[in-house]
């Protein structure tokens, strides 16, 4: 049977206009957003870039956001390793609910993971008095940003490793608790090896998330320059101060860390895509 | 065969006598522990504090704070453009995600792996490149002034660019891996049996994207409902005209109104729990219906 | 080493998957468990090597209690049925993990290692593998290195779940061959789990039956073969016609006019079992049966006949069937050798 070419394949100006139409679309978009970051940022010369982000708020901006994803990313790698574990190596009744708890950071406003802790141990909060009375402050200070950090990065290593362990069942723990080794060996010497990309890849995505993240920090920083101030939120502050140069001379900064997120990503992705879980969704 | 996977090799169970070790993979106990106590404490004991909290103002209270003009019309802003945004998703990102999977062009693997930018960029940063590119001055904003006297940065409009851009990779990367893995045959049986390219696209194609584009969809607008940092340099923030959601939240805390701040906060929430469960209800619809 | 195991019972959920099992390994036997799917046999197995433990009843090895042991105090040697290797690790690697994991204190050297590993490759005759990893290998050869995995650690006993399931015929029947002669080299106590009787029958020392979480029957396949205990048995091994018939006066009746002289049985339905070889036919244009097809390929030719509605199976040597020149629609007699009555 002679079949009609035009039916299987769309005709040369049908693919040139939509490929035209989609990459138009994305340069208006993504393309030209991320280089006018950078084209501001450089508007002044490469001497105001550098001081830009080399002042002491900055510099103290930069620390923070730092130790705030040295903090929050270690306890959610932790947390991930310990949930898919339970999850993806045991059947107990309720699993399924827990998959769904554990994805909720997800589906809820950024403003809000903030706004719960503000809740919970700001002046008025319900634990506020408590803490007050300890002399403990965690609101409009370090442990306030990173628990909110850890709250919007919460599902980022579970779920790209949960999918991934269930997947490679339980047969090769046995084999190992088989031929005698403990626990721990097991975990170290054939679980580990076997999850190490999906590893990176999410703590890559975590982190990019914690060290960018804006509307929960916001809530909870009280905006203190050069104490709470992680850098997304010191670009907030330089911006509306109409010191347009300098802010987007740390958001580039930023914008580098997603660059860099995004090939790191891209090179896990095409080389060991088979060992990712995201990748096979 | 699928009888010997269930019967013979049962996975590890539960409930039995405890005083056996009843499962050989160790570890299962403490995982299991750390994992609620975490989770307890990071998301659900906060979680249940914003419900606490926004019940001690009392349903009335509850109620006033919600009706009030500015919160209403924060909602109309919040609700109304995330859906234009995602709709606008929906259709180019379906473009996106079909020029990606059927066309071959130069740079394509660039062009695929800048579709997770939003993911990736941070949300302030986005925001303020939005800001500068179509503020009236910006690259793209003196444009549309000049062509079509539109003012895009501090408007309605502005949020719209705002949600459509972290909307972006959703529908993309929803309908991708569906249209990925779409047997050709289909699309051929379909030509064979004498149907146009239209009648194939619009009969065969769209039918089986459509679950995995409402689910983009979805994403795509509970994503931009609940968006804060790009949003509030773009949008001018006019109590009422261009003021979101999340901004009342902020501003309530600004003013100590932690009762007005939970009470706006839960209703977000509430929203954000039932899109949750309709998308979860989809993809199951989706699950039963394109079971292979 | 030897296995005793008394009254396991294992449920999984509401399923009875195991159900008061009685069985005794011996030392030094090759021991199959044969049964169909969720007959319970690799329960029974993976409850020997410690991987699932049983709800009631206790397991002894070489006399002591080892109901609770874990299994990396049991020293028992298991192969996955898919092979479960350790795919970021080479064939060296695989097969040196038990040596590697032990203690400190009781961890060979270095180089006793590499020698045991060296020694185990050629074993399996794969020596010119070492550095490969399992995805490089094919299903045969990962049979083999999950073999030599499992004697490292120089087991007391050797468990294999469906050691053959996963290959393709012909390799099937090498593999075979070779585990046999492998079994008579070293002598390790060994159980197998399969679904094939003709694996079963001709690899192992004593076969045991298993259907429905209990054992049917177990002996030599000799015995199993010539004198299955149950209906279910008979018919798992296979290969067998089923006729429905009806007990009455000390005789059997059978469709087709036939009948089977029994005694001390009680008078109602009864099921009889016959071999196709216990089948004999002879040309009669009256008879009762009516061959419908001739399937003359090899030594042994096999004969469908329609018996008064029933289907039949008949193997004859070929000889045989020159010798009786039947031809696809003749009548033809039937008369029954052995008759297995249930």
Partial sequence: ?????????????????????????LALFLVLPLASV???????????????????????????????????????????????????????????????????????????????????????????????????????????????????????????????MQEQGTEEEEAALVLG????????????????????????????????????????????????????????????????????????????????????????????????????? | MAVEATLDRPRVG?????????????????????????????????????????????????????????????????????????????????LVAWVLVRYRFPGKGLVDALVDLPFALPTAVAGIALTALYAPNGWIGSLLMQWFGLKVAFTPLGILVAMTFIGLPFVVRTVQPVLQELPPEEEEASACLGASRAQTIGRVVLPALLPALVTGFALAFARGVGEYGSIIFIAGNMPGVSEIVPLIIVTKLEQYDYAGAAAVGTMMLAVSFILLLVLNALQHWMRVRHAR | MSIVLNGITKRFGNFLALDTVD????????????????????????????????????????????TDRKPRDRQVGFVFQHYALFRHMTVFDNIAFGLKVRPRGERPSATAIRAKVEQLLSLVQLEQFAGRYPTQLSGGQRQRVA?????????????????????????????????????????????????DQEEALELADRVAVMGHGRIEQIGTPTEVYDRPASAFVFDFLGNANKLEGVVEDGVARLPGNLSVAVRGRKPGRALAFIRPDDITLAHAPDGPARITAIHAIGPTARIDVDLDGTALEVALPRTGLETLALRTGDRCRVSLGQVHLF
């Fill in chain 2, 14 to 94: 539960m409930g039995a006598s405890p005083a056996k070790p009843r499962r050989i993979i160790p570890g299962f106990g403490i995982t299991l522990g750390f994992t609620l106590a975490y989770l307890g404490l990071i998301v659900l004991i906060p979680l249940a504090a914003l419900i606490l909290k926004s019940s001690g103002i009392g349903l009335s209270g509850f109620w006033s704070t919600l009706s009030s003009p500015r919160v209403l019309a924060a909602f109309r802003v919040s609700f109304g453009i995330a859906l234009a945004a995602a709709a606008i998703n929906a259709v180019f990102g379906m």
């Fill in chain 1, 181 to 281: 080794a403990g626990g721990w060996q097991t975990f170290r010497r054939v679980t580990l090896p076997n999850i190490k990309w999906g590893l990176l890849y999410g703590v890559l995505l975590c982190n990019a998330r914690a060290m960018g993240e804006f509307g929960a920090v916001s809530v909870v920083s009280g905006h203190i320059r050069g104490e709470t101030n992680t850098m997304p939120l010191h670009v907030e502050i330089l911006y509306n101060e109409y010191n347009f140069v300098a802010a987007f001379a740390v958001a580039s900064l930023l914008a580098f860390l997603a660059l860099v997120t995004l090939v790191a990503k891209t090179l896990l992705e095409w080389r060991f895509g088979a060992e990712l879980a995201a990748t096979r969704r």
């Fill in chain 3, 147 to 195: 073999l030599a995995r499992a004697l490292a650690i120089e087991p007391k006993v050797l468990l294999l779940d469906e050691p053959f399931g996963a290959l393709d015929a012909k390799v099937r029947k090498d593999l075979r061959r070779w585990l046999r002669g492998l079994h008579d080299e070293i002598h390790v106590t060994s159980v197998f789990v399969t679904h």
């Fill in chain 1, 1 to 25: 049977m002679r079949v009609d070419r035009s039916a299987l394949t769309d005709p040369a100006w049908v693919r040139v206009a939509l490929t035209a139409t989609a990459l138009l679309f």
């Fill in chain 1, 38 to 164: 950078f084209v501001e940022a450089f508007r002044r010369g490469f001497d105001a870039y550098w001081k830009a982000i080399t002042e002491p708020d900055a510099a103290a901006a930069i620390r923070l956001t730092l130790l705030v994803a040295v903090i929050a990313v270690p306890a959610n790698l932790i947390f991930g390793i310990a949930a898919s574990w339970c999850i993806a190596k045991f059947d107990f009744r309720g699993k399924n609910l827990l998959i769904t708890l554990i994805d909720i950071p997800f589906s809820v406003s950024p403003v809000i993971s903030g706004l719960v802790y503000v809740l919970l141990f700001g002046l008025n909060g319900l634990l506020g008095p408590v803490l007050r009375e300890q002399g403990i402050q965690i609101i409009f200070a370090l442990p306030g940003l990173v628990l909110a950090t850890i709250f919007v990065t919460f599902p980022f290593v579970a779920r790209e490793l949960i999918p991934l």
């Fill in chain 3, 23 to 66: 069985l005794e390994v011996r030392a030094g036997e090759l021991l199959a468990l044969l049964g169909p799917s969720g007959s319970g046999k690799t329960t029974l197995l993976r409850i020997m090597a410690g991987l699932e433990f049983p709800d009631a009843g206790t397991l002894r090895m070489d006399g002591e209690d080892a």
